[in-house]
């Protein structure tokens, strides 16, 4: 460089200048130091596992105990990783491989306030897509769980970023590494396969930045409610996003992250988890803030006052084969909320004051449906020819919306199978629903004939000798339903 | 450069960064102390303190989509609105949007010293934080001035003291463009900051250009220097005179398109445009 020259002056100032920065630091991490009594270790795995004890790795039920290897022969740096093979669907010992590596010892953990996001290496045997893989679950609390999804390997080993929604909450955490990963392929014949992960840390990068906190999905949802309803917002997600390196990643996370806050806590009030309790006529909106960002999405609940109970069955009880209802004796069932795999709808049974209703919420998630299943035992419905529901509906009605009920038979074996089974689904219209009152139905068991369950049954129900099961399914329009006083009968 | 390391313990804290910063320090340079500057007669300066429109006697704009999106396809529509530029709380605001505006799905700003100030040589400096995001594209730069027409781009000169991609937000760059060596072939070298990124706090970025250099450099470093040996054409950095421009530019073919990830509105903060002389 020509026209550089030594200037000691200049260096001089340099110095000065960093050593005044030097000093804020400190008075900075003496500040925190007063909180932070836990050790700020960064690593988690190297060669080994580091500072996490003895006893530190926790699989989840029914995943494959034995998934989770130190692998001595592979290794993105230094001399081992961490192998993971994920067992086939049909390994006596788990069809997948999942667990928590939390610091041994009760009281324990880690100060991760000072990272900004979790980073390891991996590859995998074959690209492959591994379903979770986070921080933050010490089966205790489970406060600031924190989960990437639908993480993509290759066959290569790739640097990837679980970035820490907001590490000043992080002063004492157990839970350091989460994974959860099935085979690969249809349901139920998944195919196994390894991958391996190595110098899993926590860092702090300094390029994770720009945050975009979100709570229902981001958007400003508007809903009719009642008085003593609840609304979960974690369970319709809540995200975090942030810049890293160019490009957005996004973690799911726990509630605690969050501080959310009603206009109107008379009439709706909200707890740490974000669960919202309807108390009064009115209209509330909630918000939520995350690391002093306010989230996108909103909820505005308006409750007309209490839920007026459903119209109560006239018919005697002698014709009646009832599945839910306070006005009758409901025969065996097996739950009026399958929560089958990747089914987003939640709730069940809810009682208000005496009244026992079914309240479902996230009914538009995932595949939108939920199912009541009574095959121990089935019912024989041979000389019944109609079913009744009454149905409340809190959300305003849209041209889109409809609500289809399907019904399996599960045939002799009492074992609803896909493909095997015959079934019959008929669809409401949205021109037949009405928002914020009671509708009756009664239905014409002949004219249930529309294939069900995504064609997974088919053929119609002439043959009702061993029914054993009622879907509603929301066509993924509506977010929340309530149902009662179901059951079959003989006109 | 080592800043990759991270500190466990306290005390060593300090005497790790002392030997960081030095090794920054001499790893620009093989073995000679660098200083980024030297410049310090201040000829014009503005440090954006009154809000409202910026100082007309130093800013003009360039207004529309000028030639094929100023030459390289540019998404944005540029103003002189409030919504696209103004000044307050100290700095100047240059903000792209997102929206419909004759016949452009976007809007920003670009204002130039044309005719209001323009210099050879000098050391030329501001003070920005900048926007980020796939598309997005600011610039702090100079022009050489095309003396009513009768010259032409790339023959009056170009000196590109910051550019930057949004989804690349730890990375600027410093170019030339001249006759032999425009465009694609200009004479370019990227700066990235370690564990940092430009969007999240001002950072410095100027220039110190004398006859036969032009010396880049970002915040205390200088990280490049260009000289008539580095250019494979003619030298036409000892002429001028050269006006400043700041601007948003939205896509392009540079950047690309801004994408679903893209955030808008985008704001350019500018803490200080200024500009030395040589003192002696």
């Keep these: 460089m020509k026209n550089t020259k030594f200037t000691y002056t200049k260096m001089t100032c340099l110095l000065g200048f960093i050593f005044t920065i030097l000093v804020s630091c400190e008075r900075e991490l003496s500040d925190e130091a007063v909180f932070a009594t836990f050790p700020n270790t960064a690593e988690i795995f190297t060669d080994s596992p580091v500072g996490l004890g003895t006893d530190f790795y926790f699989p989840y039920i029914g995943s494959k105990a034995t998934a989770w290897t130190v692998d001595n022969e592979v290794s993105y740096e230094g001399t081992a990783s961490m192998r993971f093979d994920v067992p086939n669907a049909n390994d006596p010992d788990g069809n997948y491989a999942g667990a928590i590596f939390r610091v041994d010892g009760e009281g324990s953990g880690r100060d991760l306030s000072g990272f900004d996001a979790l980073t390891f290496w991996a590859k995998a045997s074959q690209a492959v897509t591994i379903g979770e893989v986070g921080f933050g679950e010490d089966f205790g609390e489970n406060k600031y769980v924190t989960t990437r999804t639908n993480i993509d390997l290759t066959t290569n080993w790739v640097k990837y970023t679980i970035p820490i929604p907001d590490p000043s909450k992080l002063i004492q955490e157990r839970g350091l590494l989460r994974y959860s990963a099935g085979g690969i392929g249809p349901v139920g014949s998944e195919v196994g396969y390894t991958f391996w992960i190595d110098e899993v840390k926590f860092e702090k990068l300094g390029t994770v930045a720009q945050p975009q906190p979100v709570i229902l999905s981001g958007q400003d949802v508007e809903q009719q409610s009642f008085n003593g309803s609840q609304i979960d917002l974690a369970a319709s997600g809540l995200t975090q996003t942030f810049n890293t390196n160019g490009r957005n990643v996004t973690v799911n996370t726990a509630p605690a992250y969050f501080t959310f806050t009603s206009s109107e806590p008379s009439v709706a009030s909200v707890d740490e988890n974000g669960l919202v309790t309807v108390n009064s006529q009115g209209t509330a909106s909630i918000t939520a803030v995350l690391a002093g960002v306010e989230a996108k999405g909103s909820l505005k609940v308006t409750s007309n006052g209490s839920l007026q109970p459903a119209p109560t069955p006239t018919l005697p009880e002698s014709n009646v084969i009832s599945i839910f209802s306070d006005a009758y004796t409901n025969i065996p069932v097996d739950f009026y909320n399958g929560n089958f795999q990747g089914q987003g709808t939640t709730g069940g049974v809810a009682s208000l004051g005496n009244d026992n209703i079914l309240l479902y919420n996230n009914f538009d998630q995932d595949f939108g449906f939920v199912t009541t299943q009574f095959v121990n035992p089935t019912v024989n419905l041979t000389s019944q020819n109609r079913i009744h529901f009454d149905l409340y509906i809190q959300e305003s009605i849209d041209s889109g919306d409809q609500l289809t009920v399907e019904l399996v038979n599960a045939g002799s074996d009492g074992v609803i199978e896909p493909f095997v089974d015959n079934g019959g689904g008929l669809s409401i219209p949205s021109s037949e629903l009405t928002s914020g009152t009671w509708m009756s139905f009664d239905l014409s068991l002949d004219n249930f004939t529309n294939p069900t369950g995504g064609n997974n049954f088919s053929g119609g129900i002439a043959n009702r000798t061993h029914m054993g099961s009622i879907t509603f399914v929301s066509g993924l329009t509506l977010s929340s339903i309530i149902v009662d006083n179901i059951y079959f009968y003989t006109e | ?280």
């Design chain 2, 1 to 280: 450069m080592t800043k990759k390391h991270t500190y466990k313990i306290k005390e060593l804290f300090i005497s790790v960064l002392l030997i960081v910063s030095f090794f920054v320090i001499s790893s620009c340079e093989t073995n000679e102390t660098q200083t980024v500057a030297t410049f310090t007669e201040l000829v014009m300066a503005d440090e954006f303190d009154t809000d409202g429109a910026p100082n007309s006697t130093i800013w003009g704009y360039d207004i529309g989509t000028g030639q094929n999106g100023w030459g390289n396809n540019e998404l944005q529509y540029y103003t002189d609105r409030t919504e696209n530029v103004t000044v307050q709380n100290g700095v100047l605001i240059i903000t792209a949007k997102q929206e419909q505006f004759e016949q452009s799905s976007y809007t920003s700003a670009r204002l130039l010293t044309k005719g209001k100030f323009e210099q050879t040589y000098g050391r030329f400096e501001a003070r920005i934080r900048l926007p980020y995001g796939q598309g997005i594209w600011p610039a702090f730069w100079l022009l050489g001035d095309d003396s009513n027409g009768t010259e032409v781009w790339p023959q009056i000169g170009e000196i590109d003291i910051m550019e930057y991609l949004g989804n690349e937000p730890s990375k600027i760059f410093g170019t030339v463009h001249g006759p032999g060596y425009s465009a694609g072939e200009s004479i370019s070298k990227s700066y990235i900051l370690d564990n940092d990124r430009f969007d999240t706090g001002f950072h410095i970025f100027g220039i110190e250009w004398g006859p036969d250099y032009i010396n880049f450099y970002v915040d205390d470093v200088l990280y490049n220097q260009i000289t008539p040996e580095d250019v494979p054409g003619e030298w036409v950095f000892n002429q001028g005179p050269f006006y400043i421009i700041l601007n948003v530019a939205v896509g392009g073919e540079l950047p690309g398109a801004p994408n679903a990830e893209t955030v808008f509105p985008q704001t350019m903060l500018v803490d200080y445009v200024r500009v030395y002389n040589r003192s002696n």
